[in-house]
Structures are given as C-alpha cells and as structure tokens.
C-alpha cells in the first residue's frame, strides 16, 4: 500500500465515521426529546433504503442474496447496534455512552483474530491499546452500572462483530448492494418494535433530524464498506476510535461540552495510533 493509499485510507475512514456521528447525535436529539429509540433506529433504516434503493443498482438476480446468511447477520448487528446507542444516549452523556461504544474496535479486532485468521503484530496490538487508552482519558467514564451505559456497550459489542461482518463479506458482494441489504433487512427486523412506539408529533425540526439521522448513519457505513474492501478488520479498528474526535466536535458544537486537558491528551493518543497503525501497515504487513 502507497503513502497516498494510506492517507486515502485514513481520510475515509474518518469520513465514515464523522458522518456515523452526526447521524447519533441528530439521534440523541430525537430520544432525548421523548422520542422512542426504536422508531428512531427504524426511521433511519426506512427512509435511508426508500432514497438510495434507486441508486443501489440493486437488481432481480441479486435478491436472493438478500437472505444470504452472512448478509442477514451483519444486518442484524448494525439494526441491534443503532438501537443499543440509541436506547443508550436517550438517558445518558454522550461522552459516557462513546466511552462504552468504544469496545466495538477491541471486539472487531478479537474476532478477526479469531475467526479470519488475521495475525497483527505486537506494535498493532500496542497502537490498538494505546488509542483505547487515549479514549478513556476524553471520556473519563467511570463505568457504573446503569441500563444506560449497559446498552452502550452492548451496542459496541455489535459494533465490533458488525465491523468484522463487514470484512468477511467485503470481497463477495458490490458496496452498495451491501448498503442497501442492511438497510433494507434492518427496516424489516425493526418495524414491528417501532409499530408499538407511540408517534409523536411531526413538525420540520423533527423532519430534517430524521432525514441527518438516516443518511448520516447510511453513508457513514457506506464508506466503512469501502474501506473494509482495502484493509483487514485489525488495521480499520484503530482508525474508527478517530470517531471520537468528531463527537468531541459535535459535542462542544451541539452540547456546549469543551474538552479539558484530559481530554486533549487523549485525543492526541487516539490521532498517535490511527497514524502509527497507518505506518505499521507499511513496514510489517500481516502475516498469514
């Protein structure tokens, strides 16, 4: 991989990510203003697969892929996981709720070890440690046992498994036929948890936070597709803790939530990692 593929590389990774973040935090506007969780999630899904279905180039022969194991899988833990960080920043500090989040690159890095073979190197290892450090220094967490941040870190569990998901299914299948799968297979697992949801009242603040929501989040993970088709699960997983800077932004922009200095190192540690797993690509390419 060149230097401008992996400058390229970082720069959509972290494009990804952003747009994930501000499809959240339009997210967490919506719950924490009484709004249902789970008719967020399936707004998101519905209408991100109602405007892009035309451009998916989705065709009759591809729809038996559709019930594809892999592809149902995958679908499944993205519609679990936005529902999980959605119940979550409904009653919890968005800097908590990313704290917990993170464990998704951990998870995605055990599992692509475990089940694709993938053997990253003890300096990967120790990049994915030091951003994971970085990020605990910006959240400041201190776990405690609230459902909340409960279902924060079980939304980064699917995260983490999505993620590798997302690996093993990158070469097999076209980018957008992907996109539009989990689309459309999380509209369908989540409409009847959302048909049970009262409906509030539907005026253009809400219109245009649904609208931010749903394409934020689906070509956020879009773009992630296409960074799954240049590298494997062990390098992406640092590069998606760079998410974090974009909630810092979004935070002080949308919460007024300025960062200490705490915060500042962390972010210097998590940026140190996304660039340094960059730069052990080069140097030690993965054994297999």
Known sequence: MTLTQLFGLIALVFAAVTLVVIGDTAGKLMTSGGVDPFLVAWSRFALAALVLLPFS????????HLLDRRVLIRGLFIAC????????????????VFGAFFIGPVVSYVLAILFLGERPSPLRSGLLALGFAGVMLVVKPGF?????????????????????????????????FLLISQLLIGSVALAPLAAMAELPDIDLRLSGLVLISALGSALGNFCLVLANRRAEASLIAPLVYSQLISAT??????FGDWPDALSLTGLTL???????????????????
Do not use: D, W
């Not at 932004?249 to 949308?254: A, E, I, Q, S």
């Open 144 to 176: 405690g046992a609230t459902p909340g941040l409960g279902f924060a870190l079980l939304a980064g569990c699917f995260y983490g498994a999505y993620l590798v998901m997302t690996r093993v299914v990158a070469g097999a299948f076209r980018p957008r």
């Open 270 to 288: 998590i940026a140190a990692s996304g660039i340094g797993s960059l730069v052990a690509n080069r140097t030690a390419p993965v054994l297999r």
């Open 249 to 254: 932004v979004l935070g002080v922009v949308v």
């Open 57 to 64: 180039g989705l065709t009759r022969a591809e729809l038996p």
């Open 81 to 96: 996981g936005i529902s999980a960080i959605l119940t979550a920043l409904k009653t919890e500090p968005i800097a908590n």
